[in-house]
């Protein structure tokens, strides 16, 4: 989660919500992906961390399905990254910060594969004081 946060504060530097998202081989503990949010930079409100993590990672991979994967996330993802990590088969997945406006276990709870593991409140203090201080220094 700490790779996770760092990303996430490369995203609090350009501007961009602070999120950050990182993709481990469950088996060898290898980084295959690391990304944060871009959806300002890349004009495209699909560029959240996870996806961006997600892509890189089955690039890396050779394959499209992520099932010997642990994807790290700073916030609760979206419904739309949850459906992602559905169609990925995401193995297991570990979230800071609760999302209770936009993340995935209000409108969605059931989206992950049956099979992903999820864990939450990983450093969730510290992903939800960068969450906090961007959007208050914004304010």
């Not at 276990?105 to 999820?118: D, F, G, S």
Request: charged content about 15%; some cysteine; aromatic content about 8%.
């Amino acid at each position: 989660m700490r790779l996770a946060l760092q990303q996430a504060e490369l995203a609090y530097h350009a501007g961009e919500v602070p999120i950050g998202a990182v993709v481990v081989h469950i088996g060898s503990g290898r980084v295959l992906a690391r990304a944060f949010n871009q959806t300002e930079v890349l004009h495209d409100p699909t560029a959240h961390a996870e996806m961006l993590a997600i892509t890189a990672a089955t690039q890396r991979m050779g394959g499209k399905y992520l099932e010997q994967c642990a994807l790290y996330v700073t916030v609760e993802p979206c419904p739309m990254c949850a459906g992602a990590m559905l169609w990925g088969r995401v193995g297991c997945l570990v979230f800071g910060a609760s999302d209770a406006k936009k993340g995935y276990t209000r409108y969605a709870p059931q989206i992950l594969h049956p099979r992903t593991e999820v864990v939450s409140g990983v450093l969730g203090q510290e992903c939800q004081a960068l969450m906090q201080h961007f959007f208050q220094a914004r304010r």
